[in-house]
């Protein structure tokens, strides 16, 4: 399956402050990815489809003045959490889909973002 | 009604047992059909595609049932390290929908 890296896997901030999350695929240009949020004991929440070249596709509920999503190239995709505050704090995991008429997503390693 | 529902558990059973989970979905227009594995704190990873005419991948067995709108996992002989939440996903159009997941405990 496809290969899907995300940096840090790993972050605690202070209250106010921005948070960049990467994606990057590994093993093919991907022109969609997509980015999910998960609380703890429950299942993945999609918030956008980041397309590359464009703006982001956001999901309803989802500010995306506060989720900021930077698509600028085929293998790196961004998701900025701006002004964090505590209530953010969640497990953000990014995907993609595989080519070739295949369905499958390929998940990121996944990025555990607490706010203090 | 949710798209996709799980029994969210948790199943708890005895090494070497056989268990079986199953998942509904609402969207008759669905399209494709996966079963996930996703550890404690980490993402979730592929387990198999779910194929109409049912597939099977060593110890685990997924059948799709387009009339009654529901898909199942069977895994066999049950190892330790089968232990994880598996999450239901469906693909319906350009969405995916998930499951909540359904919690699996395979004890010594």
């Known amino acids: 399956g496809a290969v899907v890296s995300q940096h840090p896997s790993w972050v605690i901030c202070k209250s106010g402050t921005s948070v960049k999350i990467e994606c990057r695929s590994l093993?093919?240009?991907?022109?969609?990815m997509f980015w999910y949020r998960q609380f703890p004991k429950q299942s993945l929440m999609l918030m956008a489809t980041s397309n590359e070249g464009s703006k982001a596709t956001y999901e309803q509920g989802v500010e995306k003045d506060k989720f900021l999503i930077n698509h600028a190239s085929l293998t790196l995709s961004t998701l900025t959490v701006t002004s964090a505050h505590p209530e953010d704090s969640s497990f953000y995991i990014c995907?993609?889909?595989?080519?070739?008429?295949?369905?499958?997503?390929?998940f990121g390693p996944g990025t555990r973002l607490t706010v203090l | 009604r949710k798209e996709v529902e799980q029994d969210p558990g948790p199943f708890n059973v005895p090494e070497g047992a056989t268990v079986a989970f199953n998942c509904t979905y609402s969207?008759?227009?669905?399209?494709?059909f996966f079963w996930y594995r996703q550890d404690c704190r980490k993402e979730p990873k592929l387990l198999m595609s779910?194929?109409?005419s049912g597939n099977e991948d060593g110890r685990f067995t997924a059948q799709l049932n387009r009339a009654s709108q529901y898909i199942s996992l069977l895994i066999r002989d049950s190892k330790l390290s089968d232990s994880a939440t598996y999450l239901c996903?469906?693909?319906?159009?350009?969405?995916?929908?998930f499951g909540t997941g359904t919690s699996l405990t395979v004890i010594p």
């Open positions: 779910v194929y109409s």
């Open positions: 995907s993609e889909r595989a080519g070739g008429g295949y369905n499958e997503q390929f």
């Open positions: 093993d093919f240009q991907a022109t969609t």
């Open positions: 969207n008759s227009a669905s399209q494709s």
């Open positions: 996903v469906v693909n319906t159009g350009n969405q995916f929908y």
